[in-house]
């Protein structure tokens, strides 16, 4: 039995990607928040300095890591170098994530191949570089950041939603692999969250307001309901939760 009621990661190291924007840096700002201290990677190096100036303000103690996730060699560089300056990682933060909207038609093989790795390669690469470490020491957190787009198709984004249902079923196989050493590996497919990536694909016209009518919450959801539920699986609370995938959509499940 976990004591109190706060979701506290003081004492932990977290490593979080695509942590420059949006959801990544609502998570960040939540782990710094509950004590953690972080290691941050994305590409956008002045993204990576503010959100590290605005966590350190909160007590964590912060590395950057400027990394291209499509770079499978560069995710492997990545992961070993924040081992070495850290020497270990307790919760493993899979965020970082791109769309190339393309019809089957249409679809190329790099943007094929850019999407693969970055949505579902990497995620599998990092767990990799940090699982042995969380099993050998019984205990850590995986956290996938998937989509809606993975449990149901969408039109034009092949690429996105195969990617999007692989790293779901890796989330799985991670569970099974990793579960009976004391991790624990979930996975969150939001729907439409109000980044500039979402704003960006579900610009205002009649496809973005029937979207917003099939959830039953009557809107899109917020980079920090992502990182609260984020916050909660990194947390001792989520210590029995193993090989979920957790639909954070406002009901649009059910509809």
Request: charged letters at 20%.
């Amino acid at each position: 039995m976990t004591e109190g009621n706060e979701l506290s990661l003081k004492r932990k190291v977290a490593f979080v990607s695509g942590a420059s924007k949006g959801i990544g840096i609502a998570i960040a700002e939540a782990y710094a928040g509950a004590g953690a201290d972080l290691a941050l990677a994305a590409r956008d190096e002045d993204g990576l300095n503010a959100i590290a100036e605005a966590c350190g303000a909160l007590g964590a103690e912060v590395t950057t890591h400027r990394a291209e996730m499509a770079d499978a060699a560069a995710v492997k560089a990545l992961g070993a170098e924040v081992l070495s300056e850290w020497g270990r990682v307790d919760v493993l933060v899979n965020n970082a994530g791109l769309t190339i909207p393309q019809s089957i038609a249409d679809l190329g093989l790099d943007e094929w191949n850019t999407t693969m790795n970055v949505n579902l390669l990497a995620p599998v690469l990092l767990a990799q570089a940090f699982a042995p470490g969380m099993v050998e020491r019984g205990h850590g957190k995986i956290i996938n950041v998937a989509s809606r787009a993975g449990l149901r198709a969408i039109p034009n984004n092949v690429a996105y939603s195969a990617s999007k249902a692989g790293i779901q079923m890796a989330t799985k196989s991670m569970a099974v692999e990793f579960g009976a050493h004391g991790v624990q590996s979930n996975c969150i497919s939001p729907t439409v969250i109000l980044t500039p990536m979402g704003e960006a694909i579900w610009t205002p016209g009649p496809r973005t307001d029937y979207k917003r009518s099939r959830i039953p919450a009557g809107r899109f959801g917020e980079a920090h309901e992502v990182a609260d539920l984020a916050l909660f699986l990194a947390s001792p609370k989520s210590d029995f939760l193993n090989g979920t995938i957790i639909p954070l959509d406002g009901g649009e499940g059910a509809n």
